[in-house]
């Protein structure tokens, strides 16, 4: 019974050692290391890339900066009576526009009248007392040539003329302030432009406190925004050169709003790094509005005749900025370049010759001297939007 599970068992063994022999074996006959060494000597011989190029264009390229607005008026005026009183009848109508100089509003003028009416009837009275000081005064400078009179005399009657004539400048004087104070009864539009809500109405009683209503410039207006520390010196520049032409573009719009440059803050805000600026924009239409937000677009500089490539064709990483371009032998070349300004899908850069094939998709499984094959022989216009092709993906080249 032993001698036959020992043989059981060692018949079993060997099968197992066999199958185990059949099963690591490659097919006809073929190690299995081998089998895998052949496997990548294929992956090495895939063919080139495909890839999408483009033509640098050269043309000219506004330098702008851009940010977003606050519509604001070059004047606003409070209007408050200068006397305490009672209106009597408001001449315009809220959202009226107004010129300067228009009447607004009428305030109860009889006490000030009385009072006026009185200082000239003063004034009168001291003409009167002055013409006969003054008869007197020549009549008594006749008698003292015939030694009819004293000097002393005369002297008297000059002290009284000069002193008549004093009282009566005092007098026109306060004429004067009477009628100052009787021209407070009537309120005129100090600048033309829109009345805003009127607070009061016929019989309300006002005091120097008392806000009648306001009134807004609106042609022209301002429009105040920030923009970065870095941009001042450019902004100044461009200050200095002439008019800086500063455009707005309200909810969205695609239509421009022309204005220029009318003033830069004296001092940057440490905290925010920020400079405050305001531009000036005719506004005889009414199209902006203060307190309105606008986006606004703010032309420091023009490159000249620079060269523009679409952005998704340049690559940044650790050893700087360069695009691929496509050499005479069909592979892919490094060219450096520097990114000069940026503006939507495209920028302007420095570094080409501007005769070279940018490739602008596929680049992802680039490297340098790796071969190419351009998908579109013609080359695209990147002035045109169906040129300007998104990356898709991470670039290797850019890892």
Known sequence: ?????????????????????QFTRAPHGEPQGEQHAGAGNKGRGNGPTTVNVVTPKRRDVPVTLQANGTVSPISTVDLHPQTTSTIVKVHVKEGQFVKEGQLMFSLDSRSESANLDKAEAQVQRDRASLADLERQYKRSMELLSQKFIAQGAVDTLKSQVDAARALLEADIAAARAVRVDQSYTTIKAPMTGRVGAINVYPGSLVQLSTSLTTITQLDPINV????????????????R??????????????????????????????????????AQFDNRDTRLWPGQYVNTALTVQTLKNALVVPQNAIITNSHGTFVYTVGPDNTAKVANVERVHAFGVDAAVRGLAGDEKIIVEGKQNLRPGGKVRVADTRGADVSRPDARVAERGNPKGAE
């Open 1 to 21: 019974m032993k001698k036959t599970t020992l043989g059981v068992l060692v018949a079993a063994a060997v099968a197992i050692g066999a199958g185990a022999w």
């Open 224 to 239: 105040a925004f920030t923009v970065p520390e870095t941009s001042l010196a450019a902004l100044l520049d461009a200050q």
């Open 241 to 278: 050169a002439g008019k800086v032409p500063v455009q707005v573009f309200q909810n969205n719009s695609t239509t421009p709003i022309e204005g220029h440059l009318s003033f830069i803050d004296n001092t940057v805000d440490p905290q925010a790094g920020v400079i405050r600026v305001k």
